[in-house]
């Protein structure tokens, strides 16, 4: 089968197209033939190998990122009762690898069947974006009528679905990202947008129930000054610096002073994929996409993401 694979950390040059061997499903696993496949942020860091936690599994060695996915199920083991050849899912696929293929096996515990009315690429567009946009805004944030809400980042993949979740659950929302996203942050919903290149956030008069953050890059400190008093801030991703910083500072920050700052774990599950699926199928949230490319277009479609240009996903159409 194809593949696109890398074997060195870089830019999107290091991505090269290859001929590899068509995965076996071993007899708990199911064979998907991949239709379309999603870029999300632990994309670009796995190939750029930075920030460092990046590199945690080593260096690439014919590495084939992409974890979003949805296709058609090809072929089942044995032991696999969940799922019948010809099934159309989507979901995760475990260890964030594997994507960039026209084939992948898994078990198939974090996939779920694909809704009749949704395409391949807008179901490709959910999943990692969905569940940690639903787990900050309504399993661990539990936002609330009223609360006033900052998303930074906010014309990302994740940003864009946790603008309208919030807007959902009754909050006022504020999104901060680049100067050439702030009408389409409008256009999600954002009551507030604040361009992050000519203000800073955690040093304006706002206080905010709950921060967002999927580009950390501030002090643990700065984000304690933008709360309000029992205020909490989740932090998906940044620098290794801010994020070592919140790990470490971070309860003794709670018990001084009240507000939560902490990293916000999104395991892949079935469950958080489920919830937000049945909200998109309402017409309550919505995926996003920016931009389709084709399968040998991925190199092109990965340089468009890691120059910050995307609002919202960009789906690679394999099939």
Do not use: W
Request: charged share 25%.
């Amino acid at each position: 089968m194809k593949a696109f694979i890398y074997e060195k950390y870089g830019s999107p040059d290091v991505l090269h197209l290859a001929e590899v061997a068509k995965p076996v499903p071993a007899d708990d696993q199911i064979l998907i033939k991949i239709h379309a496949v999603s870029i999300n942020g632990s994309d670009r860091e796995g190939l750029i190998g930075k920030p460092l936690y990046a590199r945690i599994g080593g260096l690439p060695n014919n590495n084939i990122l992409g974890s979003d996915i949805a296709g058609r199920v090809e072929a089942v083991g044995k032991h696999n009762t969940e799922f019948q050849v010809g099934d159309e899912i989507f979901g995760e696929i475990p260890g964030y690898h594997g994507g960039f293929a026209e084939y992948v096996c898994t078990r198939g515990k974090t996939m779920a069947r694909k809704p009749a009315g949704m395409t391949f690429e807008e179901a490709a567009s959910i999943p990692q974006a969905g569940v940690i946009a639903l787990q900050a805004m309504r399993e661990k944030g539990q936002v609330q009528p009223g609360q006033k809400v900052l998303i930074n980042g906010a014309g990302g993949s994740a940003g864009t679905f946790a603008i309208q979740l919030a807007k959902l659950y009754g909050a006022e929302v504020t999104g901060v990202d680049s100067t050439g996203k702030m009408d389409f942050l409008r256009s999600l919903g954002a009551d507030h947008v604040i361009d992050y290149t000519r203000e800073d956030f955690t040093r304006n008069r706002d206080r905010y129930d709950l921060i967002l953050d999927v580009i950390a890059h501030h002090s643990a400190f700065a984000y304690v000054r933008a709360l309000k008093s029992n205020g909490t801030a989740f932090f998906v991703g940044g620098s290794v610096r801010t994020l070592f910083q919140i790990l470490l500072m971070g309860p003794l920050i709670k018990r001084i002073t009240g507000k939560r700052i902490q990293i916000l774990a999104v395991p892949q599950n079935r469950k958080d994929l489920l919830a937000i699926i049945e909200l998109c199928e309402a017409g309550k949230v919505r995926p996003v996409i920016d931009r389709k490319y084709p399968f040998n277009e991925i190199p092109e479609a990965m340089r468009y993401v890691s120059n910050g240009h995307a609002k919202g996903k960009v789906v690679i159409t394999v099939v």
